[in-house]
């Protein structure tokens, strides 16, 4: 049973239109929600992202946290 003041919270949320949920499913693996790989620590990922913000005058960046957020990935890999 979820405690009172978190189902309010809730409720609040869903009645803002503000509950994020994940897409459909499919079968690709999730690497964007973690740094599995270690991309965050690799010279030409970081060189190509770098260039490709400058370039195209980007200035938002940074590490995406959850499948939730990594829509992101759209904008470096067309």
């Known amino acids: 049973m979820i405690p009172k003041?978190?189902?309010?919270?809730?409720?609040?949320?869903?009645?803002?239109?503000?509950?994020?949920?994940?897409?459909?499913?499919?079968k690709l693996v999730d690497f964007a929600s973690n740094d599995y790989?270690?991309?965050?620590?690799?010279?030409?990922?970081?060189?190509a992202s770098h260039n490709y913000l400058l370039v195209n005058n980007i200035v938002e960046n940074g590490a995406t946290g959850s499948r939730l957020l990594s829509e992101i990935i759209n904008y470096i890999i067309p």
């Open 5 to 26: 003041k978190l189902q309010n919270k809730l409720n609040q949320r869903e009645a803002e239109n503000a509950i994020r949920k994940l897409g459909v499913q499919n």
């Open 37 to 47: 790989l270690g991309f965050s620590k690799n010279d030409a990922i970081f060189r």
